[in-house]
Structure formats: C-alpha cells, structure tokens
C-alpha cells in the first residue's frame, strides 16, 4: 500500500506544502470545529504537536476514550453541531465503540478520528493495530481510511457533510500515522459533492395534501413527535401545529423538549414507562401524525393492538424507517421543519372538544404516582425539587435506568435541546461525560447530570475532566443501592429474586471520592435537606457539584408496561386506586 505523500515540487510551493496532521486540523477548522474531545496516543504525537500550536481549537483531555465519545454527543446535543473526538489507534479506537454505537442509535452527528498504524504495517498485527474501520461499520454513517495526503482536506468536507445532513448520525476516519507525517497540498475545499448522497430536504408536495386532508377529517388526532424534530429544529413548527389543529402532542423520551410540557395539549411521554393518558390517547385516536420519530419497540409494545384504530401520517428524514415497523397511510420523506411549515399553510382548525375533555378526565384519573417502600427520599420528588428550583432552561444529562425514566416523567421538559439521554442504545454511564460535553457546548445554561449509583461508577473518573475544566455540572446522584431497574424487573417478574442486583455494601463513599477529584459534594438523607443542600450546591461555581440523594430502596418507576404486553396494559402504582376513589 503506498502513501502518495510525495513533495511534489513542481505543484507544491514550500509555502503550501503542510504535514498531514497540519492539514487535518486546518481542515476541522475549517469545518467550524472549535472543541475536540480526545485522549493522545503514539501514533497521534504529530497531530497533538500540532494542536498544541492551535490555541483557536479547544482539545479537552477526557480520562477515557468512552468518555470522548459520549462528551463529543452531549456537545452535539445540544449544539447540533458535529462532535469531534480524537483518539490512539488499537484500544483507544476501540474504547469508543460504546459511544458511536449511541450516538448511531440515537442520530447523534459525530466526527470521529481514530489513530492508525503506518499504512505499510496495516494487516500485519501490528502494536495496537485493530480494525476500526471494520469493527464500526455497522454503527457509523460513514467510514474513511485515508491512505493519500492529499486527501485529507476532501474526507473532512464529507465527513462533516455526511454527519450532519439527511438522519444525522457518527461518521469515522482512521489515519494511518505515516500519512499524518507526510507532506502534501492544503487548498480550502469550497463545497462537497456527493451524486449517490443525496437526501431529501422538502417532502413530496402531493403526500403533504394527502396528510393535511386527512388531518381534516379527524375527531380524535394526536400528534407522536420524536427526535427528529429537535434534530430539525422543528419544535415551533410542531407547537403551531399542535394549536392551530387542537391535537394533543405525545413525545418519544429523545422527543421531550419538542413540544412544551407545561402545555394543556401535552399527553407527556408515550411508551413503556410512558403516561398512561398518552399511551390511551394514541390507542384510541383516528389520525396518528408521527413526526420524526420510528415507532420502536419501547414505544409501541405490542404492535397488533398499537395505534389499531388510525390512519397513521409518518413523516420522517430516513426513508428506510418509514412503514419499518408501522404501515404508514402517509409516508412523507424529508426534514420535519418544512413539511410541518408546509403543513400549517393548509390545515384549518378543527373541533376536538369531546376529545380534549375525555384526555382531561383520564390525566385526572391516572396520574404518575410512585410510592417509596420505606422512610427514605422519594426520587420523583428529589426530581421535582431540583427541576423547581434550577428551572426550564437547563440541560438535563441522564444516565440510563430509573433515574432516566423518572427524570422523563417529573423534569417537565418546555424546551428543545435540553435533554440528553441514551434512547436507543441505553447506555449506563452516558449522563456524566454528556453532561460535561453539554456544558462545554453551552456554557451559558445550567447543566445537571441525573444518574443513579451503578450508571455513576461506570465513567465517574470523568469527575476529574470536569474538575480540571472547571464545570459546575450539577450531578445529581440518586443511591438506592441497586441497579434500580433491573432489580424493578426482578421485583415485578421474578418474585423479587434480587440476582446480583444489590449494590450494597460494594458502594464507596461517594462523597469522599467526590472530594478526592477535587469536586464538591454532600450527602442529602432527609426530605428537609433537599432544599437548602441544592441552594447551596447552586453557590458553588467553579467545579463540578455532587449532591447524593439517599433514596428509596425498592420505588419502581410507574406506570409500566411489561415486556410484550400492548401499550393499554399498563401496570400502575397501588395508589392510583385512592386517587380514583
């Protein structure tokens, strides 16, 4: 395999002529990069020797390359900008997989660079040597091995472009060390052209009349609005919708923050552990219009008694997901903004009175109510308090479990971009390293990480990267002792076989490691602390900020839908039946 890294002399003036490493962060320069999260390797010393002499691009050393990956996606979140990550070849490439994998489940743009060894060593077994390319094929967008120079800057551009454009999602590069080192041309690219990559924007004008006339004849609609309408930055669009056709919204757990929760057309969240009122709404509504969303498994279970009586509209980026899963009457394929717009110019109000009063009656009738099984803190209630006091414009960074699903049902999510949770992947130990990408993506919002005490230990040596930045992330800590949820499972349908679930007494003291990083931290136990701790949390503006909320042990997060029931056979909390009485 030769390298076309030849100086070319005749072409290329000595003053044109810059190192593959040079013309790689010129290039992400170009491309708008102003953060990079990454960990140095052998085979990346000419590229970090160069960003050590490029104070305009912000590298943050993270403590684990996993921690590159879910930081890049916080960042990307709430930015909707591609992140970058930097990372060694062999084991640091590899440490990353969890990451894209998350980031490719939950169309999460992301550039990631991995090291490679010299092109002429590739397939030989070399010292850290792994098959990157082929390992990620599956959960990336895109994959590159650059093994010419001059084409560095060209990878760049399309890689961006890739990333970003139709359903975002990771695309990776691997770079051969040889090729960093070799010398080669760097002309600014003015545009990316790519005839077999050509995703659609604006949707089929004809499917957009199709939908609006059917939306006409609706008495009972409900609107599903995923992640893709964040994506697109369609949440205005949705929300005009929404009131001018008088149709209650339902939102995917990726989705919450598209449509205000605060408002009286919220159904909430739909799906497993969704509000009972949403999961009723969609199984009795006549025109279902899904926007940016893929109808999976955890939100329609069942899926021959979900939706069964309405024509479904699905409007949606990734052609392959639509009519994937649910047969959709409609299929409109492109970004959610312009069809929605196109959308509001057609549709008239319509009168959904009986409708809107029968949602009423069953919000009144089946609220979300957990019920702790001993005199510990309540999580849902630590929640509502963090959420009352810190307000509707912070960024929300969850890890995955209850603390997930009770962030979900009791934040109370108004705004797009707000929230970052692993939806599809569910990755434990995501909440910690998004919540410090979130923060170095918006610096100006207030950022809490909500994890629980297993998902917290999986990537808690990023407390030191957030105290070496300086972040005020606010970690939210809910300790319970167990892997809360699946110890739920355990509960509801293993007659309580507790299976290496009990984290207890194999904690640490959570504090005292919290202070051994460098952070502040205290310990909340008693429902008059929760307050006054948090405040003083607030004060604190120059280092991460652990507060420990020692909950109940066996809360479950209710409603649910058990695996393989359909979305109207919830099970509810015993307390439903004294609100109802």
Not at 147 to 166: L, M, N, P, Y
Request: net charge negative; aromatic share 6%.
């Amino acid at each position: 395999m030769n390298v076309k890294a030849t100086p070319k002399a005749a072409a290329v003036s000595a003053a044109a002529a810059k190192s593959g490493a040079e013309i790689l962060i010129q290039s992400l320069i170009d491309e708008g990069t102003d953060t990079i999260f990454g960990y140095p390797g052998g085979v990346l010393l000419g590229i970090y020797d160069v960003l050590y002499r490029t104070p305009e691009l912000k590298h943050i050393l993270v403590r684990h390359e996993q921690g590159a990956a879910h930081a890049a996606d916080g960042y990307a979140r709430v930015t909707g900008k591609p992140g970058v990550v930097l990372v060694t070849s062999g084991p640091g490439a590899t440490n990353t997989v969890t990451g894209i994998a998350t980031a490719y489940m939950d169309s999460v743009p992301l550039v990631v660079l991995t090291g490679q060894v010299s092109s002429t060593a590739i397939g030989q077994d070399a010292f850290q040597e792994a098959d990157i390319v082929g390992i990620t094929r599956p959960i990336t967008k895109h994959s590159y091995l650059i093994r010419d120079v001059e084409k560095i800057q060209e990878t760049i551009a399309e890689a961006f472009h890739i990333a970003a454009t139709g359903r975002p999602g990771p695309v990776l590069i691997d770079l051969p060390v040889d090729v960093m080192r070799a010398t080669g041309s760097y002309k600014p690219e003015s545009c990316v052209s790519l005839p077999g990559y050509q995703p659609r924007d604006t949707g089929n004008p004809p499917q957009i009349e199709k939908a609006a006339r059917l939306l006409s004849t609706a008495e009972r609609p409900v609107i599903y609005a995923g992640g893709g309408v964040i994506t697109a930055e369609a949440s205005t669009e949705l929300t005009l919708l929404a009131r001018t056709l008088n149709a209650p919204v339902a939102t995917t757990l990726l989705g919450l923050g598209a449509f205000p929760e605060t408002d009286p057309l919220s159904l909430g969240m739909l799906g497993m552990h969704g509000q009972w009122t949403a999961n009723t709404a969609v199984a009795e509504c006549d025109v279902l219009l899904a926007v940016g969303a893929r109808f999976d498994d955890r939100v329609t279970g069942r899926l021959d008694r979900f939706a069964t009586k309405a024509r479904v509209i699905h409007i949606d980026m990734d052609p392959a997901s639509i009519s994937k899963v649910i047969t959709a009457h409609v299929p409109i394929v492109g970004h959610a903004r312009p069809i929605l717009s196109a959308l509001l110019e057609t549709v008239t109000p319509l009168n959904t009175s009986a409708w809107l009063s029968q949602i009423a009656a069953w919000k009144k009738e089946h609220p979300a109510i957990t019920q702790p099984t001993d005199k510990r803190l309540s999580a849902p209630d630590v929640l509502r308090q963090v959420a009352d006091i810190m307000g509707h414009d912070t960024i929300v960074a969850t890890d995955v479990g209850q603390n997930q699903m009770f962030a979900a049902q009791y934040w109370g999510f108004t705004r797009p971009r707000t929230l970052l949770s692993s939806g599809g992947l569910g990755t434990m130990g995501y909440g910690l390293p998004a919540a410090i990408g979130a923060a170095i993506g918006r610096p100006d919002c207030p950022v809490v990480c909500i994890t629980g005490d297993g998902g917290f230990q999986m990537n808690i040596q990023e407390l030191a990267t957030a105290v070496h930045y300086g972040l005020p992330v606010l970690i939210v800590l809910l300790n319970n002792g167990y892997l809360g949820m699946v110890r739920q499972w355990q509960d509801l349908f293993f007659d309580k076989r507790y299976a290496h679930t009990d984290l207890d007494p194999g904690n640490p003291d959570f504090i005292r490691l919290a202070e051994s990083f460098g952070a502040w931290a205290k310990r909340v136990t008693m429902a008059d602390q929760v307050r006054p701790v948090i405040e003083a949390a607030l004060e604190v503006v120059d280092c991460p900020r652990v507060i420990e909320f020692v909950v109940s042990r066996e809360e479950n997060v209710m409603p649910m839908v058990p695996a393989g029931a359909a979305t109207t056979d919830m099970l509810e909390s015993e307390l439903i039946k004294g609100v109802r009485s």
